[in-house]
T-cell receptor, first 115, second 112 residues
């Protein structure tokens, strides 16, 4: 088991629902990431937070809304999703800063199905 | 456009063989490169990370090399075991802050 946890592990939601994914890291890292992994596509970086500040939004639709209240927690708020948003959503963390190693540690992911 | 390519997409070899997985990237100005394994339905597990100033990293039966000039990295697995069966992903970071790009992965199957 890694030091990065994600809940829920599985989620089924309708297109009109609002749900949130949660990620927590217990590694003392200061950078956190959301990735989307769809079938037969490379892992896609969605958002990056460094020291609780969003440093990258990789052209993600506004129906995905991230929140990083502190360095240990990261949320992904979901609303009015589309069936093509069904995927495995992975959270990762790393130690950011000058000269850091940058090794990313991943959580187990949330398998999302949008009906 | 910065891209990361992994070939082959799938590989099946008998147990005990040594094998090499390939990763190529289009922009040589990388910050670091990381190899991961992913088991079905699971998250990613970091295997090796190579900084741009390094040529290789080793961990147990794994050895990763980096050749920035040719835009290539290889992951060498010695004496393969059925437990090595997984998808292996290569990820390139282009700055210290972010900009990480993943390859599509190589799905490895080790036959007993």
């Amino acid at each position: 088991e890694t030091g990065v946890t994600q809940t829920p592990r599985h989620l089924v939601m309708g297109m009109t629902n609002k749900k949130s994914l949660k990620c927590e890291q217990h590694l003392g890292h200061n950078a956190m990431y959301w990735y989307k992994q769809s079938a037969k596509k490379p892992l896609e970086l969605m958002f990056v937070y460094n020291f609780k500040e969003q440093t990258e939004n990789n052209s993600v639709p506004s129906r995905f809304s991230p929140e990083c209240p502190n360095s240990s927690h990261l949320f992904l708020h979901l609303h009015t999703l589309q069936p093509e948003d069904s995927a495995l959503y992975l959270c990762a963390s790393s130690q950011a800063g000058t000269g850091d190693q940058g090794t990313q540690y991943f959580g187990p992911g949330t398998r999302l199905l949008v009906l | 456009k910065q891209e990361v390519t992994q070939i082959p997409a799938a590989l099946s070899v008998p147990e005990g063989e040594n094998l090499v997985l390939n990763c190529s990237f289009t922009d040589s100005a990388i910050y670091n490169l990381q190899w991961f394994r992913q088991d079905p339905g699971k998250g990613l597990t970091s295997l090796l990370l190579i900084q741009s100033s390094q040529r290789e990293q080793t961990s147990g039966r794994l050895n990763a090399s980096l050749d920035k000039s040719s835009g290539r990295s290889t992951l060498y697995i010695a004496a393969s075991q059925p437990g090595d069966s997984a998808t292996y992903l290569c990820a390139v970071r282009y700055s210290s802050a972010s900009k990480i790009i993943f390859g599509s992965g190589t799905r490895l199957s080790i036959r007993p």
